[in-house]
């Protein structure tokens, strides 16, 4: 249970956003960790559109590089302080940027990267799914991962011994600096099914992506994750609004040639 709670807690930045009020993501993240009430991003609709500099493969390296818990004198999550053993250490795995295979809203982006953008670019949320999984839970405990033809909001990761974790977005919201920094705030609710009894949470992941002049890393993003009670958890009225944990972590993408990965999503 202590690894799947790791794992969950950083699958939002590879699933699919309304514009947020410029500088309001930033400042968010400047302000770390004092968070004190979850983000008021809009309903999520449509699927994510990326910055046209995140399309093509990468290797991702993860490292968590902080993590508190506001409220520990009185609630502490599942597997917080097993996640400590991830402090600093980097975690590797593949992801791809694809063009959308269909029409998706793409909203309005101030001040333009690229000015002609040639095309619409998405996350492959399947692949990306199935690969990070499996870097955190290994190759043998992830059957596949799953996403809802129908919402792109909508992700199932089926594990062995009849379980699944179901994580749906449901709020979002994007800026882009005048530094060229695009970030992401998402709000999604997670429920694991398996174990004594179902499981659920609320998580926010708020994400600023950077390109940098080299390839070694090519993009750099910062990344926090809180954790919230759900309305199910016996201690949701005494944590009300407030995160019971945040994570912080760095991301670094190193692209990758084509022929390194294997382009066809995993068969289920």
């Known amino acids: 249970m202590k690894a799947i709670w790791s794992f969950c807690l950083i ?3 590879l699933l699919p956003c309304g514009d947020a009020t410029a500088g309001e993501l930033a400042e968010r993240l400047m302000n770390f960790p004092q968070w004190d009430k979850i983000s008021s991003a809009p309903p999520a609709t449509g699927d994510l559109v990326y910055p046209d500099w995140m399309f093509g493969s990468w290797e991702v390296k993860s490292t968590l590089v902080d993590l508190v818990a506001p409220l520990a004198r009185v609630l502490v999550t599942p597997g917080f302080e097993g996640n400590r053993q991830y402090l600093n250490q980097p975690i590797n795995f593949p992801v791809r ?3 959308a295979s269909k029409p998706v809203s793409r909203f309005k982006i101030f001040p333009t990267i690229n000015p002609k953008p040639s095309v619409v670019v998405v996350a492959d949320r399947a692949f990306n799914g199935l690969n990070l999984a499996r870097a955190y839970l290994g190759d043998g ?3 596949s991962v ?4 129908n ?3 909508r992700q199932i990761t089926l594990l062995r011994g009849d379980r699944q ?3 749906i977005v449901t709020a979002r919201a994007t800026e882009t600096t005048k530094f060229g920094k695009f970030i992401t705030t998402e ?5 694991f099914n398996g174990g004594s009894r179902p499981y659920f949470n609320i998580v926010e992941s708020t994400t600023a992506y950077h390109q940098l002049p080299t390839s070694n890393p090519a993009i750099e993003a910062s990344q926090v994750t809180a954790v919230y009670l759900s309305p199910q958890d016996p201690d949701y009225f005494t944590a ?3 995160p019971v944990a945040l994570y912080r972590y760095r991301l670094e993408f190193f692209p990758l040639h084509p022929y390194t990965l294997n382009f066809s999503t995993p068969k289920e």
């Open 151 to 153: 919402s792109p909001n």
């Open 146 to 149: 799953k996403v809802d033809p």
């Open 141 to 143: 405990a992830v059957l």
């Open 97 to 99: 940027f694809v063009e």
């Open 240 to 242: 009300g609004n407030r």
């Open 187 to 191: 709000v999604f609710q997670q429920l």
């Open 11 to 13: 699958i939002l930045f």
């Open 165 to 167: 974790l179901v994580s």
